[in-house]
C-alpha cells in the first residue's frame, strides 16, 4: 500500500513531508514524497523558504512512477503558479487521486507561498482534486469572503464546492468541521473536540495526510469501491486521528507515531 506527497520540507520536523511521512506510516502506508520547497522553519517561526525547479519537481515525481503504480496523492507547499501547473499536469498524466492541502500561511502566521496562488489553485488543479481541506484562512482566499461564523463558512463551501469536495477545517470554528460532497451535492458537519495545546505545528499537513491513507487503505480493501463514498469514512477516521495526535503532541507539534512503542 503505498501513498504519495507532494510537498515542501521542514526541517522541524513537524509540517510537510517530515509529518507526511509520519502520517501515512502510522496508517501502514509506504509513503513516497516528491519535495517541491525547502523551508527554514520551527514550529513557531518560518525564516525562508526555498522553492525546487520544476524540472527537477517533474524528474522526482517520474522518478517514483518509474517504479511504483500509485492511485493516491495529497499535494501541500506548492510554492507558485508554475509549480501548481506542473502538479496539475502530472495528477493527469498519471491519473492521479488527490488531496490538496492548500498551504499558503504557517500556523505560526508567516507566508509561505505567493499571493497567486488561490487563483492559481482554483484555475489549474482543484478542478482535478478528489478533496480540498483549508482551514477558515485559506477558505477565505479561496471563496473571496470573510469567514466569521459556521454559517458564513457553509456559503464559502459552496462556493469552493463549485470546484471540487470540501472540508472546511474547524479549528478556528470551535471544531465544527464543514464538508460538501460536490458529486452528491451534500452540505455536512462534523464536530471534533479542540484540545487546548501548544502542539498543533503540521495539523493541516497531518490531517490531508491521514485522509490520504485512509482513502489508500479503504481502496485496498475494496477495489470496486467509490472514492465519493470512502471520503466521508476517510474524514471521519481522520480527524480522530488528528484528535489522538494532538492530545499526545510534543515538541510544539502533534506526535503521528502516538501508538508507537518505546524501544
Known amino acids: 500500500m503505498i501513498g504519495l ?5 521542514d526541517p522541524s520536523g513537524g509540517a510537510g513531508i517530515s509529518t507526511d511521512i509520519k502520517t501515512m506510516a502510522a496508517h501502514g502506508v509506504h509513503a513516497c514524497a516528491a519535495v517541491t520547497a525547502l523551508t527554514a522553519q520551527n514550529p513557531k517561526k518560518v525564516f525562508s523558504v526555498e522553492p525546487v525547479s520544476t524540472t527537477y519537481i517533474s524528474e522526482q515525481i517520474d522518478s517514483i512512477f518509474d517504479e511504483y503504480a500509485i492511485k493516491y496523492s495529497k499535494t501541500g507547499l506548492l510554492y507558485s503558479k508554475e509549480i501548481i501547473q506542473l502538479v496539475s499536469k502530472k495528477v493527469g498524466e498519471y491519473n492521479l487521486s488527490i488531496v490538496v492541502d492548500p ?4 500556523s505560526a502566521g508567516d507566508a509561505l507561498a505567493k499571493m497567486e496562488i488561490a487563483d492559481a489553485l482554483k484555475k489549474y488543479l482543484l478542478e482535478k482534486t478528489l478533496l480540498v481541506t483549508p482551514n477558515v484562512s ?11 461564523t459556521v454559517e458564513d463558512a457553509k456559503e464559502a463551501a459552496y462556493k469552493i464546492g463549485e470546484f471540487c469536495n470540501v472540508m472546511i477545517t474547524g479549528g478556528h470554528l470551535n471544531g465544527t468541521n464543514i464538508i460538501y460532497n460536490k458529486e452528491k451535492d451534500e452540505l455536512s458537519t462534523l464536530h471534533q473536540d479542540l ?9 493541516g499537513c497531518s490531517l490531508s495526510a491521514a485522509i490520504c491513507a485512509n482513502l489508500v487503505l479503504l481502496n485496498d480493501n475494496d477495489k470496486n469501491s467509490k472514492d465519493e463514498d470512502n471520503l466521508k469514512i476517510a474524514i471521519e477516521k481522520s480527524t480522530k486521528f488528528i484528535y489522538e495526535a494532538v492530545k499526545n503532541g510534543r515538541y510544539g507539534t502533534l506526535n503521528p507515531n502516538f501508538n508507537s512503542k518505546l524501544l
Not at 506527497?5 to 520540507?9: C, E, N, Q, V
Not at 498551504?103 to 504557517?106: E, I, L, P, T, Y
Open 138 to 148: 485559506e477558505a477565505e482566499k479561496l471563496s473571496g469572503m470573510k469567514i466569521e
Open 103 to 106: 498551504v499558503m500561511v504557517a
Open 5 to 9: 506527497t507532494i510537498a515542501g520540507f
Open 195 to 203: 484540545i487546548k495545546s501548544e502542539n498543533l505545528h503540521g495539523t
